[in-house]
Structure formats: C-alpha cells, structure tokens
C-alpha cells in the first residue's frame, strides 16, 4: 500500500490510527447535520439547598446520535468547538433554557427557579453575545434574573479585559454568573476579584473524595470560605454521596447538585421531580 502511493500522497500506516482519525471525521460530519436534524435535547439536574429545597437546575445538553445512541457533551462539546459550531448549538441551548424559563415562570412550582447553562468560550466571545443574550431575554419576556450563565476558567485565558465588559454587560441585565469546574483551571485570585460572579461551583474532582481525602477536604474548605469572603454564594457539584453533603454543609457550603439529589432528567420527569420535591 504505502509503496504504490506517491511522495505527496497522505498515507496513514497504522491502521488503528486511520480507524480514529475516521472515526472523528463521521462524528464532525454527523455533528453539523445534528442540529438541523433534531438530535438534541437538554436534561436537567437540580440544585437544591441544605433544607432539600429547590434552588434551581443546571441544563445539560444530550446529543441522540441515529446509530451510535447517546453521545456525551464531554466528548462532542469540544470537537464542536474544535470545528467552529458551538456557536450555533451554544445558541440553540440558550434559546431552549428560555423557553423553559419562561413556562417556569407560570408554574408556581417553578416561577423562581434558576435555570444554569454552560457557555463556551467561543460562544462567549462572539461580538454579537450579548445582544443575543438579550434578544432572546427579550423574546421569552424572561426574569433575566432566573438566567445563570455558567463559564469556566478557561475563558479567562483568552482576555480578561473582554471577558469583564461582556459579563458587566450581561450582569447589568440582571443575569447571573457561577464559574464552573472551580480549582481545576488557573484563574488568579486577581481576575477573580475582578469578575462579576454570583457563585462558584467546586468542581466534582474535589467532592469525589471529599469523605476520606484531607487534601481534598482543605481545598474545599479553602474554597468555600474564599467564596464568602469575596460575598459569592458556593455550589458544589458532584454530590453522590450523604458524607460528601454532610462534610460540606459543615463546611459552610449549602448549595449542591449531584447524584445523590438526582441524575439529569428530561423536561418531564424532571417535573415529576419537582412535584415530589414539593411534597
Ligand atoms: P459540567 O458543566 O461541569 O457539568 C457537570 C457534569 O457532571 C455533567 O456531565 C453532569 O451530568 C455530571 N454530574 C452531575 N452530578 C454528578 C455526580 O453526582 N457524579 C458524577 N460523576 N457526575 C455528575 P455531562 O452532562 O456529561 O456534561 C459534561 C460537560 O459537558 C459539562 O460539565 C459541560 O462542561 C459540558 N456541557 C454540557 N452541556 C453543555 C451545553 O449545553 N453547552 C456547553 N457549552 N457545554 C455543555
Ligand atoms: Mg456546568
Ligand atoms: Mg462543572
Ligand atoms: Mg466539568
């Protein structure tokens, strides 16, 4: 094979190698066609406080792919970034969120819920973000209030000056920030003073091993009592276990979200939840 293709011809000679690369280029070509097409859904996982009471929920987007089932957003979140089509899923996600905020808003078992949603990077950074943010904050007569974007550390890495003014602008709106996946990136305690954030959420890594790890319990009590110094509310996510809650509550933290509360639903069990939740 490799002796009958000429000098310039692009040849893969590990055939494992050929098998991802192909492999990736039927799931970047299938993930363009997957928005037109339908396959998305968000899911929904709720965040409660130390009462058990309902604070809100985080959306998550699920991608149902025709042959290869569920695909999780940690694998196709970054290869759509990589091929430059976060923005239009970005959009898609936060038109949706909308939606379901506003028939929140005529639930009175979900009017003041807060509804979190993941932003990429490149999604934040498009010139037009804000005014997309508040179009459709417009369109769906929306509490910009019950909106929280969700950003991690990584956009900091990008500009600090343009991630302040875009979220200032966004924050005068009256929508929320949480910085996710809190300790994993490499934000300064300078940017963070800067930012205008309404919450921090510690990342699961930390509260994996919170029952047993010292290491891990000094992070988050470090973590949590920055957070109230800088007069930000704290959420951890990643929650399985009672221990793991128990710790955390003893530490001051009284916002969680994780699979000890519950898995991420559909819209409608979801709702089933939220009946159950209320009693
Ligand atoms: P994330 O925003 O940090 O979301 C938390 C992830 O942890 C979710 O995974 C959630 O299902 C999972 N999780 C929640 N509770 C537990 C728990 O108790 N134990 C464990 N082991 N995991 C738990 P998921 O849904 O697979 O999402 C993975 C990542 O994909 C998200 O991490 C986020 O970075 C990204 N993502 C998801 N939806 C979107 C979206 O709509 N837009 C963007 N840009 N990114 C998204
Ligand atoms: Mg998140
Ligand atoms: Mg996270
Ligand atoms: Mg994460």
Redesign the pocket.
């Known amino acids: 094979q490799a002796k009958t293709s000429g000098r310039n011809t692009l040849c893969f000679f590990d055939p494992q190698m050929q098998e991802m690369v192909s492999a990736k280029v039927s799931m970047q070509t299938d993930l363009r066609q997957a928005l037109d097409q339908q396959q998305f859904e ?2 929904y ?1 709720i965040q409660v406080d130390a009462a058990d009471r309902t604070l809100g929920a ?5 991608w149902f792919h025709p042959v290869r089932g569920l695909v ?3 694998e196709f ?1 970054p290869l759509a970034e990589e091929i430059g089509i ?1 923005q239009g ?2 959009h898609w ?1 936060l038109e949706k969120a909308c939606g379901q905020i506003q028939a929140w808003q005529q639930n009175p078992l979900a009017c003041d819920l807060t509804l979190s ?4 990077p490149k ?1 934040f950074f498009q010139t037009d973000f804000v005014n997309q943010v508040q179009s459709l904050i417009h369109s769906y007569a929306i509490n910009p209030h019950l909106l929280k974007l ?1 950003l ?1 550390e990584s956009i900091l890495i990008k500009n600090v000056e343009d991630t302040i003014a875009t979220m200032n602008q966004l924050g005068a709106m009256g929508v929320q920030f949480s910085l ?2 809190f300790g994993t990136g490499y934000s300064s305690l300078q940017y963070l003073k800067k930012l205008p954030l309404n919450q921090l ?1 510690i ?2 890594s930390f509260v ?1 091993d919170l029952a047993t790890d010292s290491g891990d319990q000094a992070i988050v009590r470090t973590i949590i009592a920055m957070a109230k110094s800088l007069g930000l509310n704290v959420i951890a ?4 276990t009672f221990e793991q809650r128990q710790f955390l509550l003893g530490s001051d933290c009284t916002h969680f ?4 509360f519950s ?2 639903l559909p819209i409608n069990q979801f709702e089933d939840l939220l009946k159950a939740m209320a009693g």
């Open positions: 968000l899911y996982q985080e959306a998550l987007i699920r999780s957003p940690g979140i976060v899923i970005g996600v949603v993941n932003v990429s999604q969700e991690t996710d996946d959420k990342d699961q994996r996510e990643g929650v399985e979200q994780g699979y000890l898995k991420p």
